[in-house]
């Protein structure tokens, strides 16, 4: 069951002599919908998500921060002080680091999360291999975890999370170690999502996050410096020049145009359809 | 045969080794490695995982002895007392320091072929199944977990590392000096990447609440607390051999 995630004026400092990563972050995501999160290194995209999946007070105790975060009708002020799993599941940029290597299989790797979760239902295979069809992985049940492809342990640790039903899904620069082809995959899997999970990610490749997000946010320096629909992103992205590495406004000029493209040729394709 | 011999047999047997190690004498520790050696090809239950973990343990087998040998010649070398046993390139070697190298030869190589061959039959998965039930915290096990991990992937990385310096012009296929000096500069990379990885999968670890309270199929086994009778038979022979080697200690 996907929740609504709000965030008001949430800042943070990984210690009181630094800088700010984030600074006075308001934000709002309905449930089940999809918000990514993109700007340049170090805008604070990651920071964001360690703070809503619990990992950043536990790794960096002497972080000092403010605001609030509310998960449906959890409220935490400032950081949660604990891993938030299943409550937010957070899956890393790097996918092969999130394959534990302690089960010999894919199957009994996304079942590692029940176990250690206690929450291994009563037929365990139908709901896991359900779950690896939905992700396009089900005829990777009985491979070992560590010998699949980049994409592939992706989906992996996709499931792992999954698994636990988690009403907010985290995912930090899911498409980093993507093809073309993978990426895809994934988008297809993000939108399938859509209603049942409330998913927030972050990524470099503007297009990505156009082709799948309902709200955008750019960050700098900790800062939003917009939010809105892609629609209005694209429309004002002359604007964050400054902010958007040359090839994100390559890739969303490329977006736009294939979008008009496709915009243009759409009563075509429409009519031939039907006449089919 | 191996699921005969289960994790509480080998843990047992590695443990005997290692009495043995301290007490017995350095022929009957070399008697004790060919076993080692032969088990590894005999007996299912010590036969490698996979290819890898043979590969490795041959290596180690070849370093081992060449090791030994200098250990052995060293200190025959340089431990003067004794008669004079032969002599060598105007080199002497004596019978006390023979001796000694000797027992530290057999000590050392019985020591970690006993780890060792425990490690390349076991597998992680198997062998992190085994403590979590057994009761292990998960904080311990997280921590031998990642130094396992660290472990099995040490190779691997020191050869990227290896091929990165190569590709920068590092002349690391020059000759033993070359690649002893390369090595040194491969080891901030390798430590501050391990230590990177080791982080990153504690987290993602953690964030599939592996830290967590541990859930009722990870309970210690309560149920079941059936006794492998070879088990205490090897943790018995062990016992014994303490005993008498404290006795004979006692009696000198």
Known sequence: MAQHLTIKDLSLQ????????????????????????????????????????????????ESVASGQIQIGETLFNGLPNHILFPIAGLVLQDPYVQISGVRD??????????ENLGMVPQDPRKTIMSLLERLGIDHLADRKPTSLSGGETQRVALAAILIA????????EPTTALDSNAQDKLRLILRSLRGRTTVLLTDTQIDFALSIADQILLLDNGTIIFRGDPRT?????HNFSSTLPIESWLQAQSFLSSHEKLSRHRPMIAKALSLK | MRANLDLSSKLALVFLLWVCAFTLSWTFQFVLCLLLVIARFVLPAFRPISQR??????????????VAVLVVCLNALFIKSGSMIATLLGFSFYEDGLLFGLRTASRLILLSFSILMFFISTSLPVLIGYLQNKGLPPYLVLMLLLTLHFLDHLPSRIHQIFLAQQARGAPVDAGVFSRTKALLSI?????????????????????????????PERQPEQVETRVNPLTVCLYFISIVIIAYSIYRWLNI
């Open chain 1, 14 to 61: 990984y210690s009181a002599s630094d800088p700010k990563a984030l600074s006075s972050l308001s934000l709002e995501v309905e449930a089940g919908s999809c918000c990514a999160i993109i700007g340049p290194t170090g805008a604070g995209k990651s920071s964001l998500l360690h703070c809503l999946a619990g990992t950043m007070r536990r790794h960096h105790p």
């Open chain 1, 105 to 114: 299989t894919v199957f009994e790797e996304v079942l590692f999360t029940l």
């Open chain 1, 165 to 172: 039903q988690p009403p907010i899904l985290l995912l930090d």
């Open chain 1, 233 to 237: 992103l694209l429309s004002q992205i």
């Open chain 2, 53 to 66: 973990s043979a590969a490795a343990f041959s290596k180690f087998i070849l370093y081992s002895i060449s």
């Open chain 2, 187 to 215: 080891l901030s990379p390798l430590v501050l990447s391990s230590i990177v990885e080791s982080i990153e999968r504690g987290t993602a670890l953690e964030l599939r609440g592996f830290l967590s309270k541990p859930s």
